[in-house]
């Protein structure tokens, strides 16, 4: 069953990518059957999950180490009904809040792309499979950001987010590839079992830090938190279901998942956890400084992923199970809270705080869900996000105890960062809802249709029925989630009372701190912006991006001149290094003295001849003159076979000079002057070194090799067998014809096809001066 | 050691030399007829398909075939072998080629249709096929020289300016390359006495003078390294294709670069094999780190569709080096995953490029904007071979990557493994730069042809994309052939067994290879 869910967006993609456009703006409502019948079939297999999860597991690449293997279970299974649920919700609330003449097709292909990514990357058992899911929903983030990708912000965002997240699954994969190799399985389950094993290896430090790269850089951890406010230029329905609900949770799926194989180290505790609650102060800080409310909330949701982080990080079953709690409501107010910011925007045209006030007459219901969402944020009690707060701070000042005098620091920052949260939760409904109607939107204030207040209306619903019940879905839900995470039996303390404690004090602390704080809070704003130090991250990789820009520039523009001369040159001297590096290394240039005969007299005469003439060559200025040096240097080679008594190659290579040299005096013509560019000194002194040394090159190894018969050569074959076997007494000739008959062909096809070439070259230009004089002619007859 | 015995003789590994050859002499003698050279050139490209593919079954069935050339026996003779390694070759070259082909009847203006592309387009194909398939390395040099001339005089097919400037830097660099060829099959010839290939890896393996041997190995590093467009020795190429018609550059991504990549995995699998840790862990390693860094910060520079594609050639081809320079069963299939999956999904870019320069009449990226909306199709079938480019699930350059980072990290190879994902990284990020120019932005700029207009362009690529998620989700078969190909080029007894019979196999056995 497990493939078939899977398969299912991805066949319904497929058909919305061949069909989708026919449909129009109704499209959505019709695949929001994929996620809904997903959902269903999740919520059947709620407390039916055999124990150790639903697995299904097919061979692939066993070299690799991939298998397609899947499984659910708990902890998939929390992730899976939120990605299918919230799908189906936004699936439904976007058929409302995109225009009907924007391009429905697209966007549901891509929603339902990321979808079935998605469900790949919490059902894959196998981690590499995973990281295929993984980087399938950074694509599909990618396409679904520039949605809008007339806007230039749409397109950077995009970007962005994919450079950033790429890089992080990038390092991610070579940190699986390790973990392969040290522990010889990519099977999570396998994998848990070889834990200790694995964080004995060599390899650990490596594994840690690549695997939380990419889980980093996908949950949006700080300094890699950049991408998700960028993103927001996606549609508000996205930014609800990746950027917030699903995606961005990712990161946390994944250290979850592998906690049991790489946790419980202080090489893993401390980074995520430390991580986690930076992540989660700069967040809010940095959330409360917001005017733009999707601004607002992509901050807010940094700092709630950093909370998250740092409960996953401390690993303990009743963290890991505060951490799923606090995930799952995360999403849902978190969705509510961004789709109702999409309503608000979509009926005033603008979501800045600037502008927006007294709205609570005119939409009542989108009033009544951001605050109750809002709220539960704020980890007000009996609402949902106080429940699971709670918990993490349990967990947070359990494991300060055991750090003596710094026993305060992990709850102490933990509660900061909830009062900022507080502080800018109270912003989003009472500056928006609250106080006077200013009348200073772009349109004038009124509800939202019933049908897109549906979707926030009913994660609001969750909300606040989880806060006020949380055993709905504690036990059903929550707890599965962490004894697959804890690799035992977990159950987590929900309750909204559990007198007056640690953690209780802490929620107290951060929501009267809030209260306190809030009429302050513009001034807070103020000194905030003084004691940051504003986007470093943001600069860091603009320079980054710019550095790689200008130094690829740099680089190839000084390498890749355009010039024949230039490329020769490098050729060449790559020639004389490798080849000549090669030489030095072995033996070096020492030749043996039976590589030397003694040339004879004509030989040398020969030689200087040639040599003579290459330099003139080199030298002259008049063609003409080049032209029958050349064919000086070609005669002396021929005088040279016949020294050597070879006269077929003789008389070939006297009919090859004949006739160049009178084709090239015929074209000479045709041919332009000679003209020698100036070429600065060093340079030329370059040129002259590079090309005596690829000379002596060629020379040596020819001499090395005359010296160097190992074997005793195939020609004696050719001699015996000229005659008997070929018919023929001329060697040369047999070889040519028969014995190596297949040579001559490929040479007689060269040679037709460079024939072909000059006809062409010669027919195009005698096209050409045709034209020109036609409309030459033409030109006067005017 | 199994199969340790003679192939039997067939004409078969000749066919599709000869099929192509034959079709480009029927299309000299009608040249000038358009429709004559249509369907005469399809026909031909159509029959070397069949030819590709009844060799293909046949080695995939019966093992290596061998073809003497005038049954002249080896070693004296000269001998087609066909075994997995370039039977798969043939195969995807033909399948490329005939898609190429399509494109090329469909795009090409009349005129070069006209005058000689057809004829020169099966002399390419065929001059592809013999390198691939020779057993012969001076007739790997003779039929490199047909592949040089055919490509050179289609690249200045229609004798443009710029054209002929190209192409003129073109046949000088690539005839300097066909010199050192010369010298590096004399000095080879003279030491030790032959140019049969399975010959020259048994008289390698029990030569006594090994330092000298290592020197004309690296000759052929750089004679095979200038085709394969290799560092520091690529200059050559990126600039030079783009002056091409779209069908001719395509044709030349799948085909030239692969042609020198080819003979390097053949040369050093099989007879220079001796000194692995200096030629391949050592010098390989090298020039692939350098050859993927440096092939790729050109398209992150540039702003030219066909330029970024052309530099791309480079820093791919440097990935395929660095399988054979790990020198391992799994990096090995690795690369040759990579270089079937290159010649594929590399053309089918390069044919999107085509057909989006066809629409809006410049391949500058700043000047267009907003394809797709206008042309979906298009743009959808240019993201997903992107995407395969850069080596991104589920498209087939994601596993080929995989095996080779797989290989790479096996063997111990952290640095050149952690260089080939940046260089994973800055690939996506230039197909994104095209992505956001062309295909994103405001709907705005010429547009020649509308969208109906345009499909029959794209089909081509649409099939060579098809082709990459095929390879993608049937990546097991694609990875399990590429393997066991890997593991055969690992055993080269099993060649010279195949071409000189098993006692010339036991002096390798002998020698520890």
């Known amino acids: 069953m497990l493939p078939t869910v899977l398969t299912l967006p991805f066949v319904a993609a497929g058909l919305v990518a061949l069909f989708g456009h026919r449909a129009g703006s109704k499209l959505a409502s019709v695949a929001l059957a994929v996620p809904l019948a997903i959902f269903a079939w999740l919520v059947a297999q709620v407390g039916a999950l055999p124990p150790g999860g639903l697995v299904w597991s097919h061979g692939w690449i066993e070299e690799l180490g991939l298998a397609l293997s899947f499984r659910l279970d708990g902890w998939s299974l929390l992730f899976a009904l939120l990605i299918a649920g919230i799908g189906t919700l936004v699936l439904w609330y976007s058929r409302f809040y995109l225009g009907p003449d924007e391009d429905h097709s697209k966007f549901v292909l891509y929603l339902l792309l990321f979808m079935g990514s998605m469900l790949g990357v919490v059902f894959a058992e196998n981690l590499l499979v995973l990281y295929m899911f993984w980087e399938l929903t950074s694509i599909s983030s990618f396409l679904l950001i520039g949605y809008w990708h007339e806007r230039e912000a749409s397109r950077e965002g995009a970007l962005k987010a994919l450079v950033i997240t790429v890089i992080g699954g990038f390092a991610m994969l070579v940190g699986l590839l390790l973990l392969s190799l040290s522990a010889g399985t990519l099977s999570v389950r396998e994998l848990a079992l070889k834990a200790s094993e694995i964080q004995a290896h060599?390899?650990?430090?490596?594994?840690?830090?690549?695997?939380l790269a990419g889980a980093f850089t996908k949950s949006a951890q700080v300094p890699f938190h950049i991408w998700l406010p960028s993103a927001m230029e996606a549609p508000t329905p996205v930014s609800a279901y990746l950027h917030s609900a699903t995606m961005v949770k990712a990161g946390l799926y994944l250290v979850g998942r592998l906690s049991l194989v790489l946790g419980g180290t202080a090489a893993w505790t401390y980074p995520v956890v430390v991580v986690g609650l930076l992540t989660m102060l700069v967040g809010s800080y940095t959330a409360l400084r917001q005017r733009d409310l999707k601004a607002l909330l992509a901050y807010s949701t940094v700092s709630q992923l950093g909370f998250i982080m740092a409960a996953l990080g401390l690993g303990t079953p009743g963290a890991l199970g505060a951490a799923a709690f606090h995930l799952f409501n995360h999403a849902t107010f978190k969705g509510a809270l961004f789709l109702v910011v999409g309503i608000v925007d979509h009926e005033t045209g603008t979501r800045d705080l600037a502008k927006l006030g007294g709205l609570r007459r005119a939409m009542p219901w989108s009033a009544a869900f951001m605050t109750l969402s809002a709220l539960s944020l704020a980890g007000v009690p009996l609402l949902s996000g106080f429940i699971s707060k709670e918990l993490i701070f349990t967990s947070l000042v359990e494991a300060g105890s055991l750090m003596g005098g710094l026993a305060w620091l992990l709850p102490g920052v933990a509660t900061v960062a909830s009062l900022l949260t507080a502080l800018y939760s109270f912003v989003l409904f009472h500056e928006v809802f609250d106080g006077q109607a200013r009348g200073t939107t772009p349109r004038p204030a009124r509800e939202a249709s019933p049908a897109l207040l549906l979707s926030p209306g009913l994660l609001t619903a969750v909300a606040v029925l989880v806060g006020l019940g949380p055993h709905l879905v504690t036990g059903s839900l929550i707890d599965p989630a962490a004894s697959a995470l804890a690799g035992q039996p977990v159950e987590i303390h929900a309750a909204l009372w559990h007198g007056v404690n640690a953690p209780f004090l802490m929620s107290a602390t951060a929501l009267v701190g809030a209260l306190a704080f809030y009429p302050a809070r513009h001034r807070l704003r103020a000194l905030l912006e003084r004691l940051t130090t504003r986007w470093t991250a943001e600069r860091a990789y603009q320079a980054f991006?710019?550095?790689?820009?200008?130094?690829?520039?740099?680089?190839?523009?000084?390498?890749?001149?355009?010039r024949l001369a230039d490329y020769l040159l490098y050729i060449l001297i790559a020639f004389v290094v490798l080849v000549g590096g090669t030489v030095l290394a072995n033996g070096g240039f020492a030749l043996r003295p039976l590589d030397l005969a003694s040339p004879t007299v004509v030989e040398l005469v020969l030689l200087a001849a040639m040599v003579a003439g290459t330099l003139f060559v080199v030298r002259t200025r008049s063609?003409?003159?080049?032209?029958?040096?050349?064919?000086?240097v070609g005669y002396s080679v021929v005088l040279l076979w016949v020294h050597w008594q070879a006269p077929d190659l003789a008389l070939t290579q006297l009919v090859v000079e004949s006739v160049s040299v009178v084709l090239l005096l015929l074209a000479f013509v045709h041919f332009p002057k000679l003209e020698r560019k100036p070429v600065a000194a060093g340079r030329r002194r370059l040129n002259l070194a590079v090309a005596v040394l690829s000379g002596a090159m060629v020379s040596w190894l020819s001499i090395r090799a005359n010296g160097t018969q190992l074997f005793e050569p195939i020609s004696q074959y050719f001699i015996e067998n000229s005659l008997p076997l070929g018919g023929g007494r001329n060697i040369v000739n047999v070889i040519l014809v028969d014995f190596r008959g297949l040579d001559t062909l490929g040479e007689i096809t060269v040679l037709s096809i460079a024939a072909l070439g000059v006809y062409m070259l010669v027919g195009s230009r005698i096209r050409r001066t045709r034209r020109e004089a036609a409309e030459r002619q033409e030109g006067e007859g005017l | 050691m199994s199969n340790l015995q003679l192939a039997p003789l067939s004409n078969l590994p000749v066919l599709p030399v000869v099929v192509s050859l034959l079709f480009a002499v029927l299309l000299i003698l009608g040249h000038g007829r358009l429709r004559y050279q249509r369907a005469v050139g399809a026909a031909g490209v159509l029959a070397a398909l069949v030819a590709d593919l009844i060799l293909f079954t046949t080695v995939l069935r019966e093992g290596p075939l061998v073809y003497r050339a005038g049954d002249w026996p080896a070693p004296y003779g000269i001998l087609f072998v066909a075994d997995r390694l370039n039977v798969l070759l043939v195969l995807v070259a033909g399948v490329v080629g005939a898609i190429t082909f399509w494109f090329a009847v469909r795009s090409l203006d009349e005129a070069r249709q006209r005058a000689f592309f057809y004829p020169l387009f099966h002399v390419q194909l065929a001059g592809v096929y013999g390198a691939f398939l020779t057993g012969d390395l001076f007739n790997l040099f003779v039929f490199y020289e047909v592949t040089l001339l055919a490509s050179f005089v289609l690249l200045t097919l229609g004798g443009e300016r710029f054209q002929l400037q190209e192409g003129l830097k073109y046949v000088i660099i690539n005839t300097l390359s066909s010199a050192f060829f010369l010298v590096g099959v004399a000095i080879l010839y003279r030491t030790l006495g032959t140019v049969n290939m399975a010959d020259l890896a048994v008289k390698v393996a029990s030569a006594p003078d090994q330092g000298w041997l290592l020197v004309i190995a690296v000759v052929f590093v750089v004679v095979f390294g200038l085709k394969a467009a290799i560092f520091p020795l690529y200059f050559w190429l990126p600039y030079s294709y783009p002056t091409a018609p779209t069908a001719i550059a395509g044709l030349f991504a799948a085909l030239l670069s692969k042609v020198g990549i080819y003979s390097l995995f053949r040369v050093f699998t099989l007879i220079f094999v001796a000194q692995v840790s200096v030629t391949h862990h050592g010098l390989f390693l090298v020039l692939a780190s350098f050859t993927m860094v440096l092939g790729v910060l050109g398209p992150v520079a540039q702003m030219d569709f066909k330029r970024i594609l052309a530099f791309h050639i480079v820093s791919q081809i440097g990935y395929m080096l660095m399988g054979l320079g790990f020198y391992t069963p799994v990096a090995?299939?690795?690369?040759?995953?990579?270089?079937?999956?290159?010649?594929?999904?590399?053309?089918?870019?390069f044919l999107t490029a085509g057909a989006t320069e066809e629409v809006t009449g410049t391949s500058h990226l700043e000047r267009m904007s907003g394809l797709l909306r206008s042309h979906p199709v298009l743009a959808a079938v240019f993201f997903m071979s992107g995407l395969s480019l850069a080596g991104m699930p589920p498209f087939s350059g994601f596993f080929s990557k995989?095996?080779?980072?797989?290989?790479?990290?096996?063997?111990?190879?952290?640095?050149?493994?952690?260089?080939?994902?940046?260089?994973?990284?800055?690939?996506?990020?230039?197909?994104?730069?095209?992505?956001r120019y062309v295909y994103w932005g405001p709907d705005r700029g010429e547009r020649r042809l509308d969208a109906r207009a345009t499909s029959p362009l794209v089909w081509p690529a649409a099939a060579l994309l098809l082709i990459s998620v095929g390879m993608g989700?049937?990546?097991?078969f694609v990875f399990d052939y590429s393997y066991a190909t890997a593991l055969e080029l690992m055993d080269p007894a099993r060649y010279v067994a195949a071409v000189l019979g098993p006692q010339a196999a036991a002096v390798l056995a002998h020698a520890g290879l």
């Open chain 2, 332 to 349: 090995l299939a690795g690369g040759i995953y990579h270089i079937v999956h290159n010649m594929v999904i590399k053309t089918g870019l």
């Open chain 2, 402 to 435: 995989l095996a080779l980072m797989v290989g790479g990290l096996q063997a111990g190879g952290y640095l050149v493994v952690a260089i080939s994902v940046a260089v994973s990284f800055l690939t996506l990020f230039s197909m994104i730069k095209i992505w």
């Open chain 1, 202 to 211: 060599p390899f650990y430090p490596w594994i840690v830090g690549l695997i």
């Open chain 2, 473 to 476: 989700l049937g990546a097991s």
């Open chain 1, 545 to 562: 991006l710019n550095g790689l820009m200008g130094l690829a520039q740099r680089v190839t523009d000084r390498h890749m001149t355009g």
């Open chain 1, 623 to 632: 063609g003409l003159a080049a032209i029958i040096t050349l064919g000086v």
